[in-house]
């Protein structure tokens, strides 16, 4: 295991005795898409829409967008970050970004292994583990997707699929590496598909990996923010936020438009 130096956790592992409470987040995957123009009207519309106590809210951006969202989202409730980092500290990494650049923008957050990386440029499990452990290292939180693809769901392979994923992650974060990570579950074949996991798929996905967390740190496993993403609307949102080991949504398609994006944080609120 590698510690993570220099950072503290927002709650101790030891200490920790109560089961603490999760707070949602609805974080928004915008891919590549946006242009200067169309992130200023949504971003306002962000900000300038009520929007819900006791949810937290992130848009993780293109890289070369996150000076114009800092100045944005600059004192809002709305986080932000990237969709990707370096495996790498600093050097010669033509194209890379180093986690500490991405710290230099205000960046919270960091998805790592998203499965159109993980497919579009092979990215292994254990480069996704180091990902987030450079996340980490910087002071960011690292969004960790997981999920099988639709003929591994059909073969059954759903669970061992994740479990490989997820013992590569653990290896090298160890329990307080995960303490202070986001895993998002997000099966690949209800990503951008329009057909999202129903309820009870997601819940019993989450409520396993769950598990597989609490063999290794109980109380670890209760904090632990495990995220759905694949399709998620305003229509499917109150169903799928209201299950116990659901806590917030990954959200690419539906995070483009203000008021689907506002709805589904209002749906988590509920
Ligand atoms: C995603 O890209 O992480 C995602 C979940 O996309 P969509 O919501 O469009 O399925």
Redesign the pocket.
């Known amino acids: 295991m590698v510690r993570i130096q220099g950072i503290i956790p927002c709650w101790s592992i030891e200490q920790e005795v109560r089961k603490p409470m999760r707070r949602k987040l609805i974080a928004g995957?915008w891919?590549m898409h946006g242009s200067l123009m169309q992130n200023e009207s949504l971003l306002r519309a962000l900000i300038g829409a009520q929007s819900p106590d006791h949810v937290d809210m992130a848009v993780l951006v293109p890289a070369p967008y996150l000076d114009q969202v800092r100045q944005i989202l600059q004192g809002t409730n709305c986080a932000w970050g990237a969709q990707d980092v370096s495996d790498e500290v600093r050097g010669a990494f033509t194209g890379e970004m180093a986690a500490s650049m991405l710290g230099e923008f205000g960046c919270r957050y960091a998805?790592v292994g998203?499965s159109?990386r993980r497919q579009r440029h092979g990215e292994t499990d254990a480069l996704v583990a180091r990902k987030a452990q450079r996340a980490l290292e910087a002071g960011l939180t690292p969004i960790v997707?997981l999920g099988e693809s639709l003929e591994q769901r059909e073969r059954g392979e759903t669970k061992s699929v994740v479990r490989r994923q997820f013992g590569a992650i653990i290896e090298v974060l160890g329990a307080e590496g995960i303490s202070m990570s986001t895993l998002?579950y997000?099966p690949i074949w209800?990503?951008?598909?329009g057909r999202?996991a129903t309820a009870a798929q997601a819940q019993e996905v989450h409520g396993w990996l769950r598990q597989q967390m609490a063999e290794h740190a109980e109380t670890v496993a209760a904090g632990l923010r495990i995220l759905y993403?694949?399709?998620?609307?305003a229509s499917n949102a109150v169903e799928l936020m209201s299950q116990p080991d659901v806590d917030g949504a990954?959200?690419?398609?539906?995070?483009l438009v203000a008021e689907e994006f506002l709805a589904i944080a209002r749906a988590a609120a509920q």
Do not use: P, R
């Open positions: 995957n891919k998805i998203h159109e997707c998002a997000e209800a990503i951008g598909t999202s993403g694949g399709s998620v609307k990954l959200v690419g398609g539906a995070s």
